[in-house]
């Protein structure tokens, strides 16, 4: 296996490792669908970054908080973040406007010292976004190749590595400038993103 595909791999086992170790999907059941979205479903984890949205018929808070308080006296998780967004006017934050639902953000330091964040948003079902990310990346599966998840891949540790601006955007400006505009290597990224800062598409999905 080409080398940066098995850092990948070995990134989303340890990521499928931490859901199971934290129970996530068993403690959000218990309120709603919990489903993983984001680079660990699509298998291009370079951040210790995990993604989970849960769907309910109605978001409450007393809910995720149930499920947190049993979360904050386990070994390894360190933080908890909570965030309100269910009044779509009144985010600032652009992902919390898009999501429009109830956050809360875990950080756990697993067994070798690596913290992991993991982002749970409660949602509703009728939100207007639901199941879009599981859309998005059902379409990224269909699109990838071997050659353009290496070059996503590359892309973004040579990102992370170098802690270069601009910054992308939770992955989809390197998805989309992989699979729609040609790039193949971090320095054209670079340039790509320069050019594009004022066509970031939220929503972009990838063609079939």
């Not at 170790?21 to 951040?47: H, K």
């Not at 499920?67 to 269910?86: C, D, H, M, P, R």
């Not at 379409?139 to 353009?148: F, G, I, P």
């Not at 729609?180 to 790509?192: I, K, L, N």
């Amino acid at each position: 296996m080409v080398e940066v595909l098995r850092r990948a791999e070995e990134r989303r086992r340890r990521a499928l490792d931490v859901i199971e170790t934290l129970g996530l999907f068993e403690r959000w059941s218990r309120y709603g669908s919990p489903v993983i979205v984001g680079s660990v479903r699509l298998g291009l984890v370079v951040a210790l970054d995990i993604d989970m949205e849960i769907y309910t018929d109605a978001p409450r808070i007393e809910h995720g908080f149930g499920v947190t308080s049993q979360l904050a006296v386990l070994s390894g998780v360190w933080k908890i973040y909570f965030s309100n967004e269910l009044d779509a006017r009144a985010c600032t934050n652009e992902r919390a406007r898009e999501h429009q639902g109830l956050y809360w953000q875990i950080r756990y330091r697993d067994q070798i010292g690596d913290v992991w964040k993991v982002d749970n948003w409660l949602m509703a079902w009728d939100h207007p976004h639901a199941h879009w990310a599981e859309e998005f990346a059902d379409a990224m599966q269909k699109a990838l190749t071997d050659q353009t998840r290496r070059t996503i891949l590359e892309i973004k540790e040579a990102l992370l590595s170098a802690d270069v601006e601009p910054r992308a955007r939770a992955g989809i400006d390197i998805y989309r400038a992989v699979l729609e505009g040609g790039v193949r290597r971090p320095s054209e990224f670079t340039q790509w993103i320069a050019e594009h800062q004022k066509q970031r598409a939220t929503h972009w999905r990838p063609s079939a």
